[in-house]
Nanobody
Framework: QVQLVESGGGLVQPGGSLRLSCAASGSSFVINTMGWYRQAPGKERELVAR???????NYTDSVKGRFTISRGNAKNTVYLQMNSLKPEDTAVYYC???????????????WGQGTQVTVSS
């Protein structure tokens, strides 16, 4: 069982900043990658940023240069620093972790409940 809890969402003006945090807890798992996805009303969920155990990162083009993902491996945490926010960044942001289980083969994806980010003046 793996649980992901996000925090840090809220309302911010265009050009402002927010820092999202996600902490993974549970037992009998090892994290391979963690990332952030978002889903705006009427749109499909999309990858925002992802980071691996080797600190390799991937970003969707629309956030490159503005968002930074980082990982705290010791506490199974991941952060998303969001700068220069735009109204189009408004969405529910979901934390994601891909893990291996001690007693099961393969990899499994887990999701947080989501945190609302609203960028509006």
């Amino acid at each position: 069982q793996v649980q992901l809890v996000e925090s840090g969402g809220g309302l911010v003006q265009p050009g402002g900043s927010l820092r999202l945090s996600c902490a993974a807890s549970g037992s009998s798992f090892v994290i391979n990658t963690m990332g952030w996805y978002r889903q705006a009303p009427g749109k499909e969920r999309e990858l925002v940023a992802r980071i691996t155990t080797g600190s390799n990162t991937n970003y969707t083009d629309s956030v490159k240069g503005r968002f930074t993902i980082s990982r705290g491996n010791a506490k199974n945490t991941v952060y998303l620093q969001m700068n220069s926010l735009k109204p189009e960044d408004t969405a529910v942001y979901y934390c994601n972790a891909v893990v291996s289980r001690y007693h099961s083969p393969g990899w499994y994806a887990y999701w947080g409940q989501g945190t609302q980010v609203t960028v509006s003046s």
